[in-house]
């Protein structure tokens, strides 16, 4: 209201005395029915210590608000050095006939740089085994990042014996394999798998499941929506879509799923599985394969938009 200062209390009055309570369903005010207002100061002392505290509130918001932008800025610069020297080693690779002691020299040092920069950021990578990790917080770029360091934590690089670059590619693969649908996106499938990370952890499961066992079950997590187009199975089986007559209506989509996971994988640029065993490929077959056993665990991060 214009002329009134601030912490000043305005009521309302109808003709009878009474006051007014503001509200969509108060009674219409007329000409012949006006309210009067009424203004009324507030006890000076109050008003000083209100407004006091919020321009403290303010100064320590701003304050923590600098701080934040400030470790994201040397977050920012150091994932950009790390970025710039892990690109220049891997198109060393990738370009110059390398003998194999010099691969290895380069295979050493993409880790020694990589444990450099997870070691900076700690704290984030203890966040993401919580159910309360953040998605909506990443970037598609991060998120891979992110995934990328699950397999590298879990002892999966090692256990398989992963090329570096080869989990790279796969890992950008599956990203583009991921249709921009509303729900079932790339974002989905790291909340998918971010949440299987966090059960491993959580649960001690390394205590108690192989190492490759619980591979598979992350890996599963991972490529479990690959391709999604966007409709359920009871969409797809009564549409009568290709999907559905290729499966012969038998979990359709989960299929597909499964189907496009080993396409990718069939291209030796992409194959994380390239130098395990054929026994334990076979196993991976096996259990991958079967519809009824894709991981889909509860995804609070989610449900909690």
């Not at 309210?35 to 505290?53: L, R």
Request: glycine residues 4%; proline residues 4%.
């Amino acid at each position: 209201m214009a002329g009134v200062q601030k912490f000043k209390k305005i009521l309302l009055i109808d003709q009878n005395g009474g006051y007014v309570t503001v509200s969509p369903t108060m009674p219409v005010n007329t000409k012949d029915t006006a309210y009067k207002v009424q203004i009324s100061p507030v006890n000076e002392d109050k008003a000083g210590s209100v407004e006091g505290s919020f321009e403290r509130s303010m100064e320590a918001l701003m304050s923590s608000v600098a701080q934040e932008l400030s470790k994201a800025l040397k977050v920012d610069q150091l994932r950009v050095e790390v970025m710039t020297r892990l690109t220049g080693i891997e198109r060393r690779i990738d370009t110059e006939s390398l003998r194999g002691v010099e691969v290895e020299k380069c295979r050493k040092e993409i880790r020694e740089i990589r444990d450099q920069f997870f070691e900076s950021q700690k704290k984030y990578f203890d966040y993401l085994k919580q159910p309360t990790f953040n998605i909506w917080h990443w970037e598609p770029n991060e998120m891979l990042s992110l995934l990328e360091h699950m397999y590298y934590e879990l002892g999966l690089v090692q256990e398989w014996n992963i090329n570096p670059i080869t989990l790279k590619r796969w890992l950008l693969c599956v990203q583009e394999n991921y249709r921009n649908n509303p729900f079932h996106n790339f974002r989905h499938c790291f909340c998918v798998s971010q949440m299987m990370y966090g059960v491993i952890n959580l649960c001690k499961l390394t205590e108690s499941i192989p190492l490759c066992d619980l591979g598979i079950l992350l890996t599963s997590a991972v490529c479990h929506d690959l391709d999604h187009p966007g409709y359920n199975n009871a969409y797809q089986i009564n549409a009568r879509t290709e999907l559905a007559i290729r499966y012969n209506n038998i979990s359709p989509l989960e299929n597909h799923h499964c189907s496009v996971a080993f396409q990718i994988l069939s291209k030796p640029e992409f194959n994380i599985f390239a130098n395990v065993s054929n026994d334990t490929f076979k196993a991976i077959q096996n259990v991958s394969g079967r519809p009824d056993w894709r991981v889909k665990p509860r995804a609070r991060n989610e449900r909690n938009r």
